[in-house]
């Protein structure tokens, strides 16, 4: 039986090494707040839990393990280059921002999973005027500037994990406050888009 041998890609560069202390500094401030949320009224099933959270967490290991996978996942696919990096440092402190802004005007009502929060408010303030799901969107942001530094196939592997994770996730969150919003939600969903900002 063949066996899959992982090999570390090499030293961390200065670019990587800066995006990966924003993510931590985000993680940490997403675990902290996590105490001050309101309790959990309704959740989604159990069963869609493990799918979401394959995905979510496949999609983390591939982004920040830095390990090389077997066949082209190893190749790089661009060269390193300066301007990248900068770019890839930009997008990730943008997308970082806009998912800890997103965090801070959902207040007590965030959960780590798809749930309605005891008292739930529809907040429709700040990036949620523009788009439903903007926390989901700014990490998306951030892992594609992650991935412009690490430049690997199973970094960008790992971007679609988190998308098929978040569009998955938004779409069983947008049900689940139509549900409880009625009227409200849908006229809300008509002039926002889930993801990217609706273009009319």
Known sequence: MPTVRWVMLGPVSGAVAAIELAWAATAIYFVVSALLTNKIKRREPIRRR???AILLFGGYFLLFSQLALPGPSNQHFIHTQRGFEIAGVGLSYLGLA???WSRVRLGRYWSGVVALKQGHRLIQSGPYRVVRHPLYSGIILAAAGLSL???TWSSLLGIVFLVACFE???VEEDALLSREFGAEFESYRE??????PRVS
Not at 191 to 196: E, N, P, S, V
């Open 50 to 52: 493990v799918l979401d």
């Open 98 to 100: 806009l998912t800890v």
């Open 149 to 151: 530094c690490v430049r």
């Open 168 to 170: 998955r996730r938004a």
């Open 191 to 196: 002039r926002t888009g889930r993801l990217l």
